[in-house]
Nanobody, 113 residues
Framework: QVQLVESGGGLVQAGGSLRLSCAAT????????VRWYRQAPGKQRDVVAA???????DYADFAKGRFTISIDNAKNTVYLQMSSLQPGDTAAYYC???????WGQGTQVTVSS
């Protein structure tokens, strides 16, 4: 069994930055693919970014140029560095481990104007 634990969310002013973490623990030897999603109230859950264990990354259009996803294989931890945050980025952010379809509990990001 695998557990995903997200952290790093919080309240930030527009233009600010946050770094989210997603740590995978339990029965896992190596992360293959992790995706970050976000979901605002009343809206669908959207993919933000994805990364493979080898570090190949992909981003949603709204994340390109502002967000950076990275991985520390030694810690089985994936990070999402977010900068130039705007109120429209306010959402609960979740990580998903594709190989087991495990999800974290989510971390709230709130951007004030």
């Amino acid at each position: 069994q695998v557990q995903l634990v997200e952290s790093g969310g919080g309240l930030v002013q527009a233009g600010g930055s946050l770094r989210l973490s997603c740590a995978a623990t339990g029965r896992i030897s190596r992360v293959n693919i992790v995706r970050w999603y976000r979901q605002a109230p009343g809206k669908q859950r959207d993919v933000v970014a994805a990364i493979t264990g080898s570090g190949s990354a992909d981003y949603a259009d709204f994340a390109k140029g502002r967000f950076t996803i990275s991985i520390d294989n030694a810690k089985n931890t994936v990070y999402l560095q977010m900068s130039s945050l705007q109120p429209g980025d306010t959402a609960a952010y979740y990580c998903n481990l594709l190989q087991t379809n495990d999800w974290g509990q989510g971390t709230q990001v709130t951007v004030s104007s």
